[in-house]
């Protein structure tokens, strides 16, 4: 059973600044069934990312996603002020499986 | 532009059985999987299970077989969850969302259905 763990929990910043998101599986898996989501408080998960690293329709270029084999990345290049919320990367396993991280929450400093 | 609509709020006693309903609006469910996932307060995001409506199959997470069916009517477009032997522990949002066949992501999620385990 494939286990995604991100990290950090908690990240604090500043709009403008830079975020950096970690998901790393504990075994490698293909970057085709990677995917990320945004979810702000009372609202149901949002696709962001796709594919390890495709923008689904209507997101920001300022989102970017990358990695291969155990660690996947999330970027937002200059967060905006409606960035603020907890982000959790997926997986979807061969046998029609799906595998969360745990989250994490970018919170202003 | 397809929506996933949710049945409304449920309160339960521990040893109960709820059912939660997901219908496309907009859309029908030929070439996707619906899959259910749960949101306890103040916690992440964990899958129960999911099916394929076009074929009827439907899988289920290890920790809840047993407790947890789920079901397709293609002629309403809608799955429905049934979890049976609830206990204060399952008080949580549920999700249904939706997954293009070999997509490998969910594109289209429900409003999410609150289901409270109370005595």
């Known amino acids: 059973e494939i286990v995604l763990t991100q990290s950090p929990a908690t990240l604090s910043l500043s709009p403008g600044e830079r975020a950096t998101l970690s998901c790393r599986a504990s075994?490698?898996?293909?970057?085709?069934?990677i995917a990320w989501y945004q979810q702000k408080p009372g609202q149901a998960p949002r696709l962001l990312i796709y594919g390890a690293s495709n923008r689904a329709t209507g997101i920001p270029d300022r989102f970017s996603g990358s990695g291969s084999g155990t660690d996947f990345t999330l970027t937002i290049s200059r967060v905006e002020p409606e960035d603020f919320a907890v982000f959790y990367c997926q997986y979807n396993g061969r046998s029609r499986t799906w595998t969360f991280g745990q989250g994490t929450k970018v919170e202003v400093k | 532009q397809v929506q996933l609509v949710q049945s409304g709020a449920e309160v339960k006693t521990p040893g109960s059985a709820v059912k939660v309903s997901c219908r496309a609006s907009?859309?029908?469910?030929?070439?996707?999987?619906i899959i259910w996932v749960r949101q306890a307060p103040g916690q992440g995001l964990e899958w129960m299970g999911g099916?394929?409506?076009?074929?009827?199959?439907?899988n289920y997470a290890q920790q809840f077989q047993g407790r947890v069916s789920i079901a397709a009517d293609d002629s309403t477009s809608t799955v429905y969850l049934e979890f049976s032997t609830l206990r204060f522990e399952d008080t949580a949002v549920y999700y249904c969302?939706?997954?293009?066949?070999?997509?490998?992501?969910?594109?289209?999620w429900g409003q999410g259905t609150l289901v409270a385990v109370s005595s």
């Open positions: 075994e490698s898996v293909s970057s085709s069934y």
């Open positions: 969302a939706r997954s293009k066949l070999g997509s490998g992501y969910l594109d289209t």
């Open positions: 907009g859309d029908t469910f030929s070439s996707y999987a």
């Open positions: 099916i394929i409506p076009i074929f009827g199959s439907a």
